[in-house]
C-alpha cells in the first residue's frame, strides 16, 4: 500500500458499477472482455490484467464476474523521499446479479479487493426505473464498504475503515439526438483514513536539512458530495459528440472541477476512432501542507499530494476494430481496441524536494503519465 | 389546508400529469441512440480501469457519470 495509500480500494466499487447495466429496462448484453492496462508516470509503474464475463440467465436475470489484478512498482515522490522503492499485487474480485422486472432493474454486486496490508470489500444495491415510453431513467444505489488497513513491519498495527455511498442518476433523450444526464453522489467514511506510511513535513532548525518528519494524522471522518451532468450529441454524418462537467466538495475543504469533451468518430464498418480531453483541477484540504512551522502545530495534519492544490489535462486517443465475422463459437461480434491516455499534473503547493534548495523554497512538483489500455471483447 | 398537505397534492397532481407525458422522441425517432457510438459507456472494464486512475490521483470521487457509479471508499 505505502504511499499508494487505499486508493486502490476506489476500484473496488468502481469495477462493481462496471458489473452494472448503464441503463434500465434492457439487460446487459452477453460479453466477455480481456484487458491489458498499464500506467507510467511520477515513478510508479502499475500494469495488469482484467477479465470480465456477462451471461443472460432467460428473459430476466443476468450474472456479470469480473478478476482484476494490479502489479506495482513505486518509486513515487513519496517513496523516494520518506522510503523505500516497492513491489507489490493486488487481486480483485466482483461478482454481480441483474433482474428485470417490467420496466425496473434490480442490481447487486459484492467485490472483494486484497493486497498485503489493505483488504476491502463492498457491497452495493441499485435500482433504475424507466418512464415515460423509456425516454428517461431514474435510478438510485447504496454501496457499503468494509476494509481492513495494517501495516508492513508492524503486526501489531489493525485499523478498519467503514464507508456508504447514495447515489441518485436521472438519463433524459431530450431530441431525437441529443441524450443528457444527472448524477449526484454523497460518499462518507469513518476510521482510519490516512496513510500508516506517509509522513508530514515541518520545519526543525535543529537538523541540518532544516525540515523534520512526523506521522499523518487525518480527521476520522470524511463526508464528500458530487454532482455532475453529461451529454451526447448525435451528429448529421454519424459520429458523436460529447461532453461531461462534474463539482466536487467534501468537509476536508477539497473542492474539485472536472471538465471533459470528447469525439467519436467511425470509419466504415469496422473501425471507430476516439478523442478526449480532459481538465481537472482542485482546491487543498484544510490540514494539508507542504511544510508545517513546527511539530504537532495543528489537530491534523497531511502531505499527501492527493489532497493539494493542482490541476491536470488529460489527452485520450483510442481505436475499436471489429474483427470480420468469425464462423466458431457462436460469437455474434468481436473487437480489439487500443486506448492511450497522456496526462500532466502540476502542483501548486506540493514541493520537489530531491531538487533541492532551502525548505519550503524547492521547486513546485510536476509530472506526467501514460497510460494504455489494451483489451478484446466478445459478444455471444 | 395546511402547507404540507397542498405540497402533497402538488405533487400527486404532477406524477398524475406525468403518467398521461406523451413521448416526444417517438420509438421510430431513436435509432440514433441503438448506434454504438452513442453508448454511454461502450466498454465497462475500459471505463472502470480509468475512472480508477482518476481517483487514485485526485482529491474528488463519485458522481462519474454513465454508470452512475462511484464507490464508497476513500
Known sequence: MRA????????????????????AAVLPDDRADALYHRYEGGGVTVDGPSLLVRKKLGEKYSVAANYYMDFVSSASIDVVTQASPYREQR????????????????SV?????????????????????????????LSFGFSRAWDDVSKRGDPGFHETVDRWSYRLGASQILTPRLTMGLSLETISDQGYLNNPYRSARYLDPDVAAGYAWEPEVYPSTRTSTAVS??????????????????????????????????????????????????????????????????????????RDKELS??????????????????????LERTTVNLFYDHALYDYADFRDIPKGGAPGTEPLYHFSADVLRLFFSAWF | MNAARRAVLLVLAAL????????????????????????????????????HVYEAREGARGALGGHGGGCGCN
Not at chain 1, 4 to 23: E, G, K, Y
Not at chain 1, 110 to 134: C, I, K, P, R
Not at chain 1, 247 to 276: C, K, Q, S
Not at chain 2, 20 to 43: G, L, T
Request: overall charge negative; glycine content about 8%.
Open chain 1, 4 to 23: 499508494r495509500t487505499n486508493s486502490f480500494v476506489l476500484l473496488a466499487a468502481v469495477i462493481a458499477a462496471a458489473v452494472h447495466p448503464a441503463l
Open chain 1, 109 to 137: 454486486a459484492y467485490t472483494n479487493s486484497d493486497e498485503n496490508d489493505y483488504t476491502a470489500n463492498t457491497a452495493s444495491l441499485d435500482v433504475s426505473q424507466s418512464l415515460f415510453g423509456d425516454l428517461t431513467t
Open chain 1, 229 to 302: 451532468l453529461d451529454g451526447r450529441y448525435f451528429v448529421w454524418y454519424r459520429a458523436a459528440v460529447h461532453g461531461m462537467y462534474r463539482y466536487f466538495t467534501d468537509t476536508w475543504g477539497v473542492g474539485a472541477n472536472t471538465v471533459r469533451v470528447g469525439y467519436t468518430h467511425p470509419l466504415g464498418d469496422r473501425w471507430i476512432l476516439e478523442a478526449a480531453y480532459r481538465w481537472y483541477d482542485q482546491s487543498a484540504a484544510d490540514f494539508y501542507s507542504d511544510l508545517f512551522p513546527r511539530e504537532d502545530s495543528q489537530n491534523f495534519v497531511g
Open chain 2, 16 to 51: 398524475a400529469g406525468c403518467s398521461s407525458v406523451e413521448p416526444w422522441v417517438k420509438p421510430y425517432e431513436r435509432q440514433n441512440f441503438a448506434d454504438v457510438i452513442m453508448a454511454a459507456e461502450r466498454d465497462p472494464v475500459s471505463t472502470a480501469y480509468i475512472d
Open chain 1, 309 to 330: 492544490t493542482f490541476q491536470s489535462q488529460m489527452v485520450t486517443f483510442g481505436a475499436t476494430w471489429q474483427l470480420p465475422p468469425l464462423r466458431w463459437g457462436g
Open chain 1, 91 to 106: 487481486r480483485q474480485a466482483s461478482l454481480g446479479f441483474d433482474m428485470l422486472n417490467g420496466r425496473t432493474q434490480y
